[in-house]
């Protein structure tokens, strides 16, 4: 088994709560949803991590509990934290959703001229080859 979740030990093999650490962790999620960003709400839970760790705990699933982790947070509370995070990167546009390309094509037919000249100069050679197009044909054209 990997890493050991921040508010949980491992006791002969069964993972159970670390008391200090869930009340820290039951204080982080009451002050994020109350409204606090996710470095003063780590402040006021008394837990020292980076930002991303602090969202690492506040996405966490185990916290709800599973066939190995007791639970420490109540499902809807989760709920409410996971809610309350999508709305806050919604509003700061940190949502990124992939965009329909509009628009044609780029070109993939082309009238080549044919040439005969050869150069040591790789890069010379590029353009000798691209100076040899003498018009693009669309896609959807052809």
Same mark, same amino acid.
């Given at each position: 088994?990997?890493?050991?979740?921040?508010?949980?030990?491992? #006791?002969?093999?069964?993972?159970?709560?670390?008391?200090?650490? $869930?009340?820290?962790?039951?204080?982080?999620?009451?002050?994020? /949803?109350?409204?606090?960003?996710?470095?003063?709400?780590?402040?006021?839970?008394?837990?020292?991590?980076?930002?991303?760790?602090?969202?690492?705990i506040l996405k966490n699933k185990r916290y709800v509990g599973d066939n190995f982790y007791p +639970?420490?947070? $109540?499902? $809807?509370?989760?709920?409410?934290? #996971? /809610? #309350?995070?999508?709305?806050?990167?919604?509003?700061?546009?940190?949502?990124? #959703?992939?965009?329909?390309?509009?628009?044609?094509?780029?070109?993939?037919?082309?009238?080549? +001229?044919?040439?005969?000249?050869?150069?040591?100069?790789?890069?010379?050679? +590029?353009?000798y080859a691209y100076s040899l197009i003498e018009m693009e044909v669309d896609a959807n054209e $052809?």
């Amino acid at each position: 088994m990997g890493h050991t979740p921040y508010g949980y030990r491992i #006791e002969k093999g069964k993972a159970v709560v670390d008391e200090t650490k $869930a009340k820290q962790i039951k204080l982080l999620f009451e002050a994020y /949803l109350s409204g606090d960003s996710l470095a003063t709400a780590a402040k006021k839970a008394g837990i020292k991590a980076f930002h991303a760790g602090i969202g690492n705990i506040l996405k966490n699933k185990r916290y709800v509990g599973d066939n190995f982790y007791p +639970a420490i947070i $109540a499902k $809807a509370n989760f709920e409410a934290e #996971e /809610l #309350e995070r999508m709305n806050r990167a919604e509003k700061l546009g940190r949502i990124w #959703e992939k965009k329909e390309v509009n628009g044609s094509p780029t070109p993939t037919f082309f009238s080549i +001229a044919e040439g005969n000249k050869q150069f040591d100069d790789p890069f010379r050679q +590029a353009e000798y080859a691209y100076s040899l197009i003498e018009m693009e044909v669309d896609a959807n054209e $052809a």
